[in-house]
């Protein structure tokens, strides 16, 4: 079977674009699961990224387990901690917060979870995360207690995307946390993406096809979409008649 990184590179090389829905277990409604399924196998997905900067609750594999039965895309653990890992899921970012200096989240929770890692057949895919500063305090700057970087300080994200990929990472992720008021800049993903080899995740505050759209178009690799979704299930097809009237 083909990686599902390696699957990533392949897409990125035939400038095929990727789409990953985020799902927050804690937030996830089960009396509206079959409709949330029906929803993803209806939408543009890619991938499915499961994970939340706190997940309180232990649903995590019965969630997955629900998914794989009726959804067939990817699942890709997206943990905000060694307690969201789950043996069900096919894939994990194995993140580290680039753009902190809080040690437990450049290598304190991966110190934790690699024992628990090695149990699992989960592919491993170690990926630069970096915060960007998105106009208000979202959930991974208050539970990683890290600052986001300044969104006009372009030279120091692309140093970090950069030094990211020096240390073998083998994807960028430019976070501007989800429910952003601002996403990440276009101009920062142009950058980024000149300036580095690996895919480019970027995700938080997008909320329409047309922010897909400037996303891939300024060199994202994958658009991650969280909050929108999850507000209405509907977003793809709602959003879809005014990126036609804005490609006219
Ligand atoms: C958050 O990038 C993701 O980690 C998605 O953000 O919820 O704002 O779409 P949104």
């Not at 509206?32 to 029906?38: F, T």
């Not at 991938?47 to 629900?66: A, K, P, Q, R, T």
Request: glycine letters at 8%; proline letters at 4%.
């Amino acid at each position: 079977m083909t990686s599902i990184y390696n699957q990533i590179l392949k897409a990125k090389a035939n400038d095929q674009k990727l789409l990953a829905i985020l799902i927050d277990p804690d937030k996830v409604v089960w009396a509206v699961l079959e409709d949330l399924i029906n929803k993803i196998n209806q939408s543009p997905a890619t991938h499915i990224f499961i994970g939340g900067s706190l997940v309180e609750n232990n649903i995590i594999d019965e969630l997955i387990i629900c998914l794989k039965r009726k959804v067939n895309l990817p699942i890709v653990l997206f943990p905000g901690n060694p307690s969201q890992i789950s043996k069900e899921a096919d894939a994990i970012l194995f993140l580290s917060l680039i753009s902190g200096r809080n040690s437990d989240y450049l290598i304190g929770h991966q110190v934790k979870a690699a024992p628990i890692l090695k149990r699992t057949q989960l592919e491993i895919i170690p990926t630069g995360y970096i915060l960007i500063d998105g106009g208000n305090e979202t959930a991974v700057e208050r539970v990683s207690k890290t600052e986001p970087l300044d969104r006009t300080n372009l030279e120091l994200v692309l140093a970090t995307a950069q030094a990211g990929e020096m240390l073998g990472n083998k994807l960028i992720y430019l976070e501007a946390g989800s429910g952003a008021k601002q996403a990440v800049p276009l101009e920062m993903i142009d950058l980024i993406s000149k300036n580095t080899e690996i895919p480019l995740i970027v995700g938080g505050g997008i909320v329409d096809l047309l922010g897909i759209q400037n996303a891939y178009d300024s060199g994202a690799d994958l658009v991650v979409i969280g909050t929108a979704f999850e507000r209405d299930f509907d977003f793809f097809e709602r959003t879809k008649q005014q990126l036609i009237e804005h490609k006219q």
